[in-house]
């Protein structure tokens, strides 16, 4: 509502990631074809994962089955579980090697301490690591992803396993990127004379009038970055998925 050209979300703070979830839904389908009745296992930081909450809408649009493992504290924001139970069948754990079995894909993530308060950080520790034993319970032909870069949450040595494609899944953003460059500048838009002049900032339809709510997330965008006011979902923060 803003702008006289076409944006790409290449990433915005702990809410979405829409160009990483295209090469994520590319790399899925490269293996196994589909991803209608694929269960695909989310595991690490999750509540600020911005890439596990793209990934597990557009996996739910074509049928693939969800289950979310991480601690409490940083398992999935509750409303957008909500979402993805109506469209479709949705699983929660805090133990990986209780379901790696059932897995078809299992996405990795790393800690988001960068947008943790202290009390949670020293809380949460670290979660479940990715090793070689943990990958002796799953499935022959499971696929193992992870937006990158990794911290601590796979081992070097599994980078060695057939079944490990996150390399393969970042050299596939790549293409995937420059096919969606190709495709907007190939797209009939009009002259930026034409367009209609974007709003004022300050009218801004999505500004709520009044709202000077700070969100309880020290490191959220909403504080500090000027005239930037808190947006809510219920009582979640649309920035950071900080709960009020």
């Known amino acids: ?39 695909i296992g989310f595991l690490g930081d999750l509540r600020f994962g911005r890439t596990v909450h793209s990934l597990s809408h557009a996996a739910a649009m074509f049928g693939a089955p969800l289950t979310f493992i991480a601690p409490d504290g940083l398992q999935m924001p509750t409303h957008l579980l909500r979402e993805l139970e109506q469209q479709t069948t949705v699983g929660t754990s805090d133990d990986v ?16 301490a960068e947008r943790m308060d202290d009390a949670l950080r020293s809380r949460i520790g670290r979660t479940q690591v990715v090793t070689p034993e943990l990958l002796a319970k799953a499935r022959s032909d499971m696929l193992v992803l992870h937006p990158l870069p990794r911290v601590d949450e796979i081992t ?11 390399f393969e899944q ?27 002049q974007p709003q ?17 997330n020290a ?26």
């Open 219 to 244: 490191k959220c965008v909403t504080n500090s970055e000027r005239d930037v006011q808190p947006r809510w979902d219920g009582s979640w923060c649309l920035y950071c998925d900080f709960e009020r």
């Open 97 to 112: 090697h209780s379901v790696i079995a059932e897995l078809d894909v299992l996405y990795v993530t790393r800690v988001q």
């Open 1 to 39: 509502k803003v702008a006289m050209v076409p944006i790409i979300n290449a990433g915005d703070g702990g809410h979405e990631h829409p160009t990483q979830t295209l090469f994520d839904l590319y790399t899925i389908w490269q293996r196994f074809g589909e991803l209608s009745g694929r269960r």
């Open 170 to 196: 970042l050299a596939n953003g790549v293409v995937m990127r420059m096919a969606l460059l190709d495709e907007l500048f190939q797209s009939n838009f009009p002259p930026l004379g034409g367009m209609k």
């Open 200 to 216: 004022q900032y300050a009218d801004a339809p999505w500004r709520e009038a009044g709202d000077t709510t700070v969100c309880g």
């Open 156 to 166: 070097q040595e599994v980078d060695e396993d057939p079944r490990a494609a996150y």
